[in-house]
């Protein structure tokens, strides 16, 4: 079993920024796929990142492509999400997930991730 807790969330004026934490306890999550998934109200959760366990690729969606940052330390047992030019659109619970170990699937799917956070609330104002 994976606890993982997020913390780093709250209110940002748009164009700010925010860092999000996600540490894991109860196993090493350096064979983990971790990743971050955002839902807004009345929208299903969606994929926003994700870092692989090998040699930390890193994969984004779309639309934070150039303005999120996903890292990982796995000394730590923490992943990270740097959050720049935030827009009010990116307004949403934030979630932190884990899949593996070894996962090779589809890691942009949340239905795939095994242990998932409580969630973060981050509100950004225009």
């Known amino acids: 079993q994976v606890l993982m807790i997020e913390s780093g969330g709250g209110l940002a004026q748009a164009g700010g920024a925010l860092r999000l934490s996600c540490v894991a306890s109860?196993?090493?999550?350096?064979?983990?796929?971790m990743g971050w998934f955002r839902q807004a109200p009345g929208e299903e959760r969606e994929f926003v990142s994700a870092?692989?366990?090998?040699?930390?690729?890193?994969y984004y969606t779309d639309s934070v492509r150039g303005r999120f940052t996903i890292s990982r330390d796995n000394a730590k047992n923490t992943v990270y999400l740097q959050m720049d030019s935030l827009k009010p659109e990116d307004t949403a619970v934030y979630y932190c997930?884990?899949?593996?170990?070894?996962?090779?699937?589809?890691?942009?799917?949340?239905?795939?991730?095994?242990?998932w956070g409580q969630g973060t609330q981050v509100t950004v104002s225009s």
């Open positions: 870092i692989s366990w090998s040699v930390s690729t890193t």
């Open positions: 109860g196993r090493t999550i350096a064979n983990y796929v």
């Open positions: 997930a884990a899949v593996g170990p070894y996962y090779r699937g589809d890691l942009y799917d949340p239905e795939e991730y095994d242990y």
